[in-house]
């Protein structure tokens, strides 16, 4: 340690931070309450499976004393942001995954001291979140993988450093040209050995399978539920997208017992015609800026409880649907394809707007396509952060290719904040209203 | 059948009662701290000039950024959802509505069956709506109502910012100290404003007919403003600040003539 | 004569064991209780190699062979090469062997694979132009040229001739002499010289070919599928348009169901990009030899397809389930 000069962080006093903690957490309670209050009075039918959900999305709970004990026991934490970072590779070390973008609206507020608010929100709030030692989950990562996809996340990646190890992994822009993969793998193996050094367990071929096989099986179990949602709603969206996120920081093998179970629930349901919500209610997809509990859980909110009411089935979050899509796909069991495999599940099937290729990001598109076609989707709501660029820019783009088809797509911006709700609520109103007349005619 | 509709907005609160497909009464009141008392007034405003008593009424329907507010309002429907209603209803070959109110500026694009197909909204600021041109008459101190007569003698327009009324403010003020004449300031903020809201218009597409509604359409000088943008001609009807509760009592006709049937 | 009834009798055995159990294979797998397509593909290429066996012992047409491999694929495209080779299974035993012992393949440049791609052509042409040059060359027997001819590409191992190299039939037929005009097509030379088995060639040659096919197949999957010339039909008529039609077994791919992961490519033996490089549709390339290894492994339900005219008889599935080829 040569200095402990901070490079980013501004000094503030332990007495603040405390009086902060205390106050943003009594907030963030309430709000996963109530979140969770309104989830369950508006989903008609809600399935008993959802209560391990809400119990584990509670943030400051049970999952936080269980990743302490393990802590103490001489686990390692591995923090990561965004979907990139190599899960297969922290669960072969034997460290425990957690993702820690924020979803705290009040710490948004906390980082404009450190970064402008034109930053986006999510970079904000994160920053807040460290300021005042509020998420669980970053607290208690033992080093960070910080994967450079938007200039935010790079720069957050080094406002963190401040604090705690970050093993930066650079990423191609341009995801389909065999250097951009070189480059990829070179980086996995870069970050392998820092997982390696870290947990000072090595990450054998059979370690390494059975953590693939270990996220296969989830990634089958969450295929399962969002197939459920092909159909008429049996699950609320919201509910569904809470089963998602809680992947973020749940234990993986028992989210997945606790998925297949809500899955032989919902089946059970269907067979019963026992619906979520009424079958008029139109059917809405969300892409954009991902969305993280528990604060910024507005826009499924407004869409579920609107009047009329409208129903999530399907999105493009990478808070949601399109963390565990796709899965790793193994040819032959050895070390080098696998991470071959794991290295092209992460880079190539990701639609994150931070790529380009010949094309464009027209994987984001077929995507959105596809989802529109197979979930029945109505509508699209296109939700962007302030200051989320790429977001924002590929919506001309996507306006476009959705016109074409005929599909309503509504552009909504907003903040990381709860009053906008409001004005939020008139225009998704609006346009929920407009997606019932044209399914009436 | 007697339907109302009540649009209550930032500013103030517009009744329609619609009587078998015409408009019988309306009333308005400023919305002031209470906009549910400020309904009950507009509401008794527009049952007198009607000669209707409430109990006539077979449906209510509320729109507008209160409209949580209303008292003994059966049902809501949202201002875009009320402007298309009403831009059809006025003008049957409206494809492009624009409303622009107090406070917020909306356009709604309607296909050929008069229904709304997309809408944009002047997002969260007033510089685009009514707010701003009474802002700036307060900068050149001169009434509201004179702003637009004002800005038609100009024979030049001098360019300020309308990204903000603050901002705006500030701009005018430069332009009163290298004494500009007040006509061509009144023109700018005519043509700044009516830049806004054209690109906003421009996010839909500029399909004719296009109608102008709410209360800033009875403004001359934007109205000009807005069709030299454009470069089209704009319809504006008789009374353009009642089109929110207009459509929303066309909401509550067909409610009721759904729940007859 | 005895012997010869005992053997007829073998093989047919053999070819209705193996034939019975890939019908049952097939059947298993229409009922979807087996999700891999690959083990059916081991069986049905067991049952080719004792088919080729049989039929092999009967004197054969050349015209029919070239009606075989060159016409069939028009329609079926290189199927033959992926199911039914006895070539194919020899590599693709060398690939399990691989497998087992957890070492990984090595790939060939794109762009080296491509030029084999084209090579074959020239390597077709050249052996359809043999029989022509070497008559012209010599119009006597030369033993030279037809021993160094023969060694390299069947004489020692007669028995096994289909095993080693799907060319072999197109070069000596076991009988049946075909002549147009003054060119015997039958090549008189070779079959003359396959009797020869003494001499240093007959060693060294055989040996050389049997060391570079399982080093180069233990190194690179179906190395020999790369440049074979027997596989080189599909993609002749497939470049013309007006031909696009022609291949009636094909690959075909859903645009929107693909979000390219890359498995496609990475899992596929000949090193086959186009597709995961095509847009959506049918699939044009003359190096798939639709082993479907990549609709197998495809994760995106229905995002891969194999159609015959315009029926899907296979598609990729959520297989998400562990693998068991460890």
Known sequence: ?????????????????????????????????????????????????????????????????????????????IGYMCLFAPIEMILAADAIPVRVNSGWYDTSKLGDRIVPVEVCPVIRSTIGAKMIGLSPYLELSDALISVLTCDGMTKLGEILSDYKPVWAMPIPRVKDSPQSLRFWRDGLLTVKGQIEALTGNKITRKKLKSAIEKTQR???????????????PVIMGRDAMLVNQTYMWDDITRWTEKTEALCDELEEKVRRKEWACSLDAPRVMVTGTPMIWPDNWKLPTLVEEGKPQGVLVADELCSSERLLYDPVGV?????????????????????????????????????????????????VIYYVVRGCMSYAMEYTRIKKVLDGINIPVYYLDTEYTREDVGQMKTRVEAFLEMLTARIDI | MITAGVDLGTQSVKVVILKDGSVVGRGKAFSGFDPAKAAEQAMDEALMTANLSLSDLSHVTATGASMALAPKADSTVSMMGADAKAGIFLFPKARTIIDIGAEEARAVKCDDRGVMVEFVVNERCAAGAGAFIEAMARALEVKLEEMGPLSLKA????????SCVIFGESDVVTLIHRQESKPEIARAVFDAMADRISSMVHRLGV??????????????????????????????????????????ALTAASKAERSQK | MVIEILGEALKLMVLAGLTIAGILTILIWKKGLATRVTYLRFVIQAAALAAFFYIFTYPIWLLIMLIVILVIPIAFGRFFCGWLCPFGLYMDLITVARKALKIRHRDLPDRLNKF???????????????????????????????????????????????????IIPLIVPWAGPLVIGDVNFSYPYVQDIIGYTSGIYATIFPLIFVALTVIGSFMIRRVWCRFCPTGASLAVVNRFKGFKWAPALHLDKDEEKCTKCGICKRVCSVQVTDVYEQKGGKIDTSMCMLCLRCVEMCPYEGCLKLKIGGKTIFESRNWLKPSDSD
């Not at chain 1, 394809?337 to 027209?362: H, Q």
């Not at chain 3, 001819?149 to 020692?156: F, N, T």
Request: charged content about 30%; overall charge positive; glycine content about 6%.
């Open chain 1, 1 to 77: 340690m040569k200095s402990q000069q901070k490079k980013y962080m501004i000094e503030i006093s332990q007495k603040e931070i405390e009086e902060l903690r205390n106050s943003v957490k009594a907030t963030s309670r309430k709000v996963m309450a109530e979140n969770i209050a309104r989830m369950k009075k508006t989903s008609k039918n809600r399935p008993k499976a959802m209560e391990y959900f809400d119990e584990v999305a509670d943030l400051f709970g049970k999952r936080e004393k269980e990743i302490q004990a393990a802590k103490e026991s001489g686990k390692k934490v």
């Open chain 1, 218 to 232: 989830a990634t089958k179990a969450f295929r399962r539920l969002q197939d459920l949602r092909k159909g008429n």
């Open chain 1, 331 to 379: 040819d032959e069991w050895t070390m080098d394809d696998m991470l071959d495999a794991i290295g092209e599940r992460y880079l190539m099937a990701s639609t994150c707007p931070c790529f380009t290729s010949k094309d464009g990001n027209v994987d984001r598109i077929n995507w959105i396509l596809n989802k529109i076609k197979e979930w029945n989707v109505q509508g």
């Open chain 2, 155 to 162: 024979e030049r327009a001098s360019p300020i910012n309308a």
């Open chain 2, 207 to 248: 399909n004719p007919d296009v109608v102008l509604l709410g209360g800033v359409a009875k403004d001359v000088g934007f109205v000009a403003s807005l069709k030299r943008k454009l470069g089209i001609d704009i319809l504006i009807p008789e009374f353009p600040e009642f089109a929110g509760a207009l459509g929303a």
């Open chain 3, 116 to 166: 084999l791609h084209n090579l074959r052509y020239v390597l077709l042409l050249v052996f359809l132009l043999l029989p022509v040059v070497l008559l012209l060359m010599d119009p006597l027997p030369s033993v030279q040229l037809g021993i160094v001819l023969a060694e390299v590409l069947g004489g020692p191992f007669k028995p096994m001739n289909i095993l080693l190299g799907p």
